[in-house]
């Protein structure tokens, strides 16, 4: 069956470090992945979507990549800041729709 | 703000009524989405309107009932729900829809939690 699995439910970071949320997946052949912001009360935020040919991409401290080899997407928040506080969720193409992971809920400590 | 309006925000029924969820979008987008959020899990697809038309209805219990009036505005009507049915309930929407999910990312509202007593 198809599963997404982000690496885990919880990460703390102090501030100033650079945060590694981890997305792998079993059973898909995704031609591309994103990842979303989710803070409580509030519904996902689209931040990034890599392509399957594209091995890196950036958008300000934000940095993804896609091993479609190993079957993973790395996201990357550098110079981290307590507002970066939230869950992430990467999500990918399935049969039909676009399915998301559990989320990694990230706390980035003063 | 979300360019995404979901309302209500908050809604609290019992078993027995019939209430409405309601989206609404200005951004042009032609596929619009509503998901099941239940607590620290993924939001779960529920329905896909592509051109409003009903293109994916995810095996949803028939006491959910999608419709989309205009390209604009994407109802959840809910008639005899069940405990289990309390969750945050999120709409979404994307550009054009060449088949679901391909390649747009989705603008969600903030969507509706919903309680059934």
């Known amino acids: 069956s198809q599963k997404i699995e982000q690496n885990s439910e919880a990460l703390n970071i102090q501030e100033g470090k650079t945060a590694t949320l981890t997305c792998n997946y079993t059973n898909y052949s995704p031609a591309y992945l994103q990842w979303y912001r989710q803070d409580p009360g509030r519904g996902p935020v689209f931040l990034l979507l890599i392509r399957e040919n594209e091995k890196e991409k950036r958008k300000e401290r934000l940095k993804v990549t896609f091993d479609t080899t190993l079957k993973q997407s790395l996201f990357h928040i550098t110079a981290s800041q307590p507002a970066d506080s939230a869950t992430y969720l990467c999500a990918l193409e399935g049969n039909n729709d676009m399915r998301f992971g559990a989320g990694t809920r990230l706390t980035v400590k003063p | 703000d979300t360019e995404v309006t979901q309302t209500p925000k908050h809604l609290v029924m019992g078993m027995t009524n019939k209430k409405s969820l309601k989206c609404e979008q200005h951004?042009?987008?032609?596929?619009m989405y509503w998901y099941k959020q239940k607590a620290k899990k993924p939001p779960e697809l529920m329905f896909v309107y592509s051109y409003e038309k009903l293109s994916i209805n995810e095996s949803v219990p028939s006491r959910f009932s999608p419709e989309c009036p205009n390209s604009s505005l994407l109802n959840l009507h809910l008639h005899a729900l069940q405990p289990e049915d309390s969750a945050l309930y999120l709409c979404?929407?994307?550009?054009?829809?060449?088949?679901?999910?391909?390649?747009?990312?989705?603008?969600f509202g903030d969507g509706t939690r919903l309680s059934i007593l």
């Open positions: 979404a929407s994307s550009h054009f829809l060449s088949r679901p999910g391909s390649n747009q990312p989705q603008h």
């Open positions: 951004m042009g987008h032609r596929a």
